[in-house]
Structure formats: structure tokens, C-alpha cells
């Protein structure tokens, strides 16, 4: 099965912040940034699609032409916990450089770590596995492709945030 790992556009944020599940709107630049990432898909059949149920996920399927995408919780972003929607100016540095140092087993207070993303998407992708589909779409995160790509081998697991989708981003793997 082929599978097409496809990131969100950029969030609307008035400075970087840390964000993971709060519903962000796209930023401004949504039109020109769907515009290329659906250039890349025309003309491609799909058997089904699938997204994060957040926002910027869900748009952008209903503008590549997918608006009854399938929505599935476990395709959201990791929990940031409470460092939800703080920006990172107001963030210790060592406290960033340290969970990017140990970002797979680091848990955010009050979220999740990375680990446990990884969990959820070898259970979505496990049951993906199983369908009788040749070509599949899902729009969801770049945290969650990153575990995504780590957990099918294409990655390894100490990959870090160097190896994150750019927004719009479309990965093609095999399952």
C-alpha cells in the first residue's frame, strides 16, 4: 500500500510557541501553501484518506479535495501539556534543549512524550495495514509523521526534529 504522509500548513501564531493539540487556524499563507501541496497530489487516485481532527489538518484535506476525509483522534499532534500555547521565549532553554536532547522519552508535564505518539500511530497504522486499499492520504502532523517514518523503519529512532515534514510536506512510503 502506498501512503501519503502529508503535513498541515502553516498555524496563525503571533510568535513562535510551543503548540501540539490546541485547534490553531491556519495562518495566512493557506491558500498558497495548499495550493502547492494539492498541485502534488492531482491527478492521484485514492482509495480513502484520513485526518487529524484539528484545523489545520482537516482544511487542507477539504482543499487537496478531501473534505469527507475521515477524521481519527489518534492522528492528532502530541499533547504539549503545560507548555501548551506558551511561547518559547517564556520557555527555559535548558529545559528546550534537554527535551530535544531526549525528545522519545521525555514526557511534557502535563502531556505526552514523543514515545507515546509513537504508540498511537503504530496502532493507526496497524490497522491501516489490514485494509484492502492501494493508495491512502492522511493529513496530520509533523510530530506524528516523524513517529510515523521512525516506527516503519525509514528513521531511526533517535531521529530528531531536523528530520520533521515542512508544512505542506508530503511523505510517500510504502506499508
Not at 496497524?126 to 521512525?150: D, M, N, Q, S
Request: glycine residues 8%.
Amino acid at each position: 500500500m502506498e501512503v501519503y504522509l502529508i503535513r498541515h500548513t502553516s498555524v496563525k501564531l503571533a510568535e513562535p510557541t510551543c503548540y501540539g493539540q490546541t485547534d490553531i487556524d491556519v495562518a495566512g499563507t493557506f491558500e498558497a501553501e495548499a495550493a502547492q501541496t494539492k498541485l502534488h497530489l492531482q491527478g492521484i487516485h485514492f482509495d480513502k484518506a484520513y485526518c487529524s481532527p484539528l484545523k489545520r489538518a482537516t482544511k487542507l484535506a477539504a482543499y487537496c479535495g478531501f473534505p469527507d476525509a475521515e477524521r481519527d483522534d489518534r492522528l492528532i499532534e502530541m499533547n504539549m501539556g503545560d507548555l501548551e500555547m506558551v511561547p518559547f521565549r517564556n520557555i527555559p532553554e535548558s529545559d528546550i534543549d534537554q527535551w530535544y536532547n531526549h525528545y522519545m522519552d521525555i514526557k511534557m508535564p502535563g502531556g505526552e512524550s514523543t514515545a507515546d505518539v509513537y504508540a498511537r500511530m503504530a496502532g493507526f497504522f496497524g490497522e491501516l495495514r489490514k485494509k484492502p486499499y492501494h493508495r491512502v492520504a492522511v493529513f496530520y502532523h509533523g510530530c506524528a509523521i516523524l513517529c510515523t517514518r521512525i516506527m516503519l523503519g525509514l528513521l531511526p529512532y533517535t531521529a530528531g526534529f531536523d528530520d520533521v515534514t515542512p508544512n505542506g510536506g508530503i511523505e510517500i512510503i510504502q506499508l
